[in-house]
C-alpha cells in the first residue's frame, strides 16, 4: 500500500485547505483512512478519520467544527478539508492507513503511511 498526499501550502488564517491522499495498492473495506499531522516540536496527533467501506467518520475536538473529512472509493482517495485555519494548525500533515476502525486515533496503530504534506498557517 502506497499513500500520497497533496494539497499544502500556505494559507492566511481564516482561510482553508483541500488536502487530498491517493492510496495504491490492495485496500479492503475494513480499513480506516486516518489524518494525523505533527506541529514543530510538538508530537504527532490525529485529526481525523473514516472507514472506508461506510463512511463512519472520526474527528479530533481541535477540528471537528472546522474539518470534513471523506473519501472517493472509485478513486481510492481521501479527502480533508480544513476551514477557518488557525496557526496553530501548521504542521506536516500525514495520511495513514489501518486494517479496523479500532483506535483509529492512535498513530501507533496504523500499518502504512505517506511522506506528509507541508501546512503552513499565517497569522
Known amino acids: 500500500v502506497q499513500l500520497v498526499e497533496s494539497g499544502g501550502g500556505l494559507v492566511q488564517a481564516g482561510g482553508s485547505l483541500r488536502l487530498s491522499c491517493a492510496v495504491s495498492?490492495?485496500?479492503?473495506?475494513?480499513?480506516?483512512m486516518g489524518w494525523f499531522r505533527r506541529a514543530p516540536g510538538k508530537e504527532r496527533e490525529f485529526v481525523a478519520a473514516?472507514?472506508?467501506?461506510?463512511?463512519?467518520?472520526y474527528y479530533a475536538d481541535s477540528v471537528q467544527d472546522r474539518s470534513a473529512i471523506s473519501r472517493d472509493n472509485a478513486k481510492n482517495t481521501v479527502h480533508l478539508q480544513m476551514n477557518n485555519l488557525k496557526p496553530t494548525d501548521t504542521g506536516v500533515y500525514y495520511c495513514?492507513?489501518?486494517?479496523?476502525?479500532?483506535?483509529?486515533?492512535?498513530?501507533?496503530?496504523?500499518?502504512?503511511w505517506g511522506q506528509g504534506t507541508q501546512v503552513t498557517v499565517s497569522s
Open positions: 495513514a492507513t489501518k486494517s479496523f476502525a479500532q483506535r483509529v486515533a492512535d498513530g501507533g496503530q496504523y500499518d502504512y
Open positions: 473514516i472507514s472506508w467501506s461506510d463512511g463512519r467518520t
Open positions: 495498492g490492495v485496500i479492503f473495506n475494513s480499513y480506516v
